[in-house]
């Protein structure tokens, strides 16, 4: 797989084609200074945008390979080509995602994605983790590493509605109690 060829040649074809996107899963986390391995490339894009999203791909050797109301997958008959999963954007929290979503520069400065703020990274683990329990320990120890990444810097407030969106409210209560309380850690 040639990440930084396939990486390059998206970004460049959701500024023609005008899509709106934030780099999501593995890739974000990476960006974000809390690199995984990943095999796949992982964005949230505005439903509007799905049509536009298609024929880029489309033009670049992809085919979609499944799709639902939810998600899109596309997968590239050449192996150096990454699979690309897409979770389309169309609830006003999503879609908000994607307006806070800031520009990252890759590859020696050479290309530039717009990444999911760490917050909104959090935020789909703990859907993820909701939605299949069975993802719990990937997505449990992402969500840890981006919050001992940036526990002085998340909106706790922002990811506590997050947990009470998926009935977690405790947990990240907890959470917030182990890596967001900096003033009180640094008075002891």
Known sequence: MDFEHVLKALVEAFG???IR???????AMGALGAGRMTRDLDFLVDRDDMPRLHEALTQLGYERSASTENVSHYRHADGRW??????HAFRALARDMITRAAPHPIFRNTASVAIAAPEDV???????????PHRRLQDQADI???????RDRL??????RYYELFD???EGRELRRRFGDV?????T
């Open 16 to 18: 023609r084609h005008e």
């Open 21 to 27: 996107y934030a780099a999501i899963g593995g890739f």
């Open 82 to 87: 990454v699979g690309i999963d897409v979770l």
């Open 122 to 132: 959090i935020a789909l683990k703990v859907q993820a983790i909701a939605n299949n």
């Open 144 to 150: 840890e590493r981006l919050m001992e990444l940036y």
């Open 155 to 160: 909106d706790w407030d922002q990811i506590q």
């Open 168 to 170: 977690l409210g405790e």
């Open 183 to 187: 003033q009180r850690r640094s008075d």
